[in-house]
Nanobody, 123 residues
Framework: VQLQASGGGLVQAGGSLRLSCAAS????????MGWFRQAPGKEREFVAA????????SYADSVKGRFTISRDNAKNTVYLQMNSLKPEDTAIYYC?????????????????WGQGTQVTVSS
């Protein structure tokens, strides 16, 4: 599976962005998909994940109520809608896929990673 993240950019605090992650491969629908982020000088952290069925999701406490993860298996794409953005959301955002179809928040449990897309939120 190859993953290509896009949709990052510069936005003012309170604004919105939608990230997309396009996946190759015919087995996309069986993978659990996650978003992680890494800010300068910090470790990579979990943001959100969605299970292979799509009905199960999980979120980091810091983004609950502001971010929404979704997937379109027909398009082999997972999305991260980010609303009410804050300067502390500034980071490189990575999408990842796990073959178990889970909503794990554990980065080593993911088998494939995209290249990342930069999100910058100005105050």
């Amino acid at each position: 599976v190859q993953l290509q993240a896009s949709g990052g950019g510069l936005v003012q605090a309170g604004g919105s962005l939608r990230l997309s992650c396009a996946a190759s491969g015919r087995t996309f629908s069986s993978y659990g998909m996650g978003w992680f982020r890494q800010a300068p000088g910090k470790e990579r952290e979990f943001v959100a994940a969605i299970g292979w069925i799509g009905g199960s999701t999980s979120y980091a406490d810091s983004v609950k109520g502001r971010f929404t993860i979704s997937r379109d298996n027909a398009k082999n794409t997972v999305y991260l809608q980010m609303n009410s953005l804050k300067p502390e959301d500034t980071a490189i955002y990575y999408c990842a896929a796990n073959r178990y179809g889970s909503t794990s928040n554990w980065a080593p449990g993911y088998d494939f990673w995209g290249q990342g897309t930069q999100v910058t939120v100005s105050s």
